[in-house]
């Protein structure tokens, strides 16, 4: 009967060794599942780090390129000021150098008239580059201001004689 106790726990521990030959069978199984879903999430996290650099990548060639837009902004609104000086400089140049020779064409003209020659055409009648007008026009719509007040001619009235060539000449001119 010993020999029989002796088999009959043999035959419990083989069955036990069974079981847990089973069980760990079943817990290695898992175990291998939970290394394969670990190896896939770190090629996942690898794939996302890396996605993640290029967009760092990217967002810092963006940001370089805002930089140099704003840079060319800057100096594209620098040049434009100074574009703007340089015109005001010429404009104020230009109306100077209007206002010294009407004087000296009215009073060419009314020599002129004194000996019965006609007056000299008007420098818009001359030469359309000669006209403060469209440089006016030009620059009060750039820079939005009416500068052609510069250009306006003198309002003369309904008694203003008329020179020979039909026009009516100002009464400065007459006196002279």
Known sequence: MAD??????KLESIKEIRNKTLQMEKIKSRLKAEFEALESEERHLKEY???MDLLLQEKMAHVEELRLIHA???VMENTIKQSENDLNKLLESTRRLHDEYKP???HVDALRMTLGLQRL???CEEEEKLSLEPACHVISKFIGMHLFVLCAKPRVGPGTPKSQNGSRMSEEMGNT
């Not at 029989?4 to 726990?9: A, D, K, L, P, R």
């Open 4 to 9: 029989e106790q002796e088999i009959m726990c």
């Open 121 to 123: 055409p008007d420098l």
């Open 49 to 51: 780090k890396q996605e």
């Open 104 to 106: 000296l064409k009215e």
């Open 72 to 74: 060319d902004i800057n």
